[in-house]
């Protein structure tokens, strides 16, 4: 398959594009900083992509077939306005090329960070363990621009019913696991000692665009970390010290070291399980 990935050279993107080469697609890595790499399906192509119809022309003459957005400000800045509207924009410019194009697979970067999460004045948690049904209500512009990319999605699909778009909902993306576990554990509690391992996120990510299945369409959202804590504390001990008030979901529970994010979901429609192995 033709992919494009916008964020080439991010962390993130980086994982994605040697995940995908390895698995024999071709890719069109697009950024602002170069992407470098050797490998024959590989191009790279440098672009704003604030620009709407420069996003077009690229996508026309590439002839993408799936589309990774892993662009943009990975965290508030200044809590001003850089954040929220460089990926406001980006995202936007994406989608929309996209369905004029009548690219129909697109996986984009959302965050678990559309809840109030580390990046907030004081996390909110409705219940744990926390899945895709919680309510969405950041009080920050990264956040908030990854809450606006999803109902982007979720308008872009209602006008092209055809497309399939997913928004991968990352928790912290890591190479080695070790380094979430180093924590101390009052300094994690505001991301509920989560984590990812970032070949298990560019997994999620190709099976999202990959997957010739029925089991979903339109736009779907997926909290994507890894199923236990990175804290060697238990679950149920850690909720007791830091979030006693947040009740358990109906029907669900958390002992050992059960992570506090439910991502069944992705399992469930995606296939994916999230592997700490450094090669996934």
């Not at 916008?6 to 993107?13: K, L, P, T």
């Not at 209602?158 to 300094?187: G, T, V």
Request: hydrophobic share 40%.
């Amino acid at each position: 398959m033709k992919f494009t990935i916008f964020g080439c050279s991010g962390s993130v993107g980086k994982r994605i594009t040697a995940l995908a080469l390895s698995r024999g697609h071709s890719v069109t890595g697009v950024d602002l900083v170069p992407h470098e790499t050797n490998h024959p399906s590989f191009i790279f192509i440098p672009l704003d992509l604030t620009k709407y119809d420069d996003v077009v022309s690229l996508l026309l003459n590439v002839r993408a077939e799936a589309i990774v957005n892993v662009a943009g400000i990975p965290n508030p800045t200044d809590y001003k306005a850089d954040t929220h509207n460089t990926n406001v924009v980006i995202s936007w410019n994406i989608l929309r090329a996209a369905a004029e194009l009548d690219i129909k697979r697109v996986a984009q970067a959302s965050s678990v960070n559309i809840v109030q999460l580390v990046y907030s004045k004081q996390p909110h948690f409705h219940y744990f363990p926390i899945d895709e049904e919680h309510p969405c209500l950041p009080d920050e512009p990264y956040g908030l621009s990854k809450l606006i990319c999803e109902l982007q999605a979720d308008t872009i699909v209602r006008r092209y019913p055809s497309m399939r778009i997913a928004s991968l909902r990352l928790h912290w993306s890591l190479p080695d696991p070790e380094l979430a576990r180093k924590l101390d554990a009052s300094k994690a509690k505001n991301d509920l000692w989560g984590y990812v391992q970032e070949d298990s996120a560019a997994d999620a990510f190709l099976r999202a665009l990959t997957d010739d299945s029925d089991r979903w369409s339109g736009h779907e959202a997926f909290f994507i970390a890894a199923p236990h804590i990175a804290n060697t504390e238990s679950t149920e001990a850690l909720r007791a010290r830091f979030w006693p008030d947040v009740p358990i979901k109906s029907g669900k529970e958390l002992s050992g070291r059960d992570g506090f994010f439910d991502c069944s979901k992705a399992n469930r429609l995606l296939g994916w399980v999230h592997t700490d192995s450094l090669a996934a």
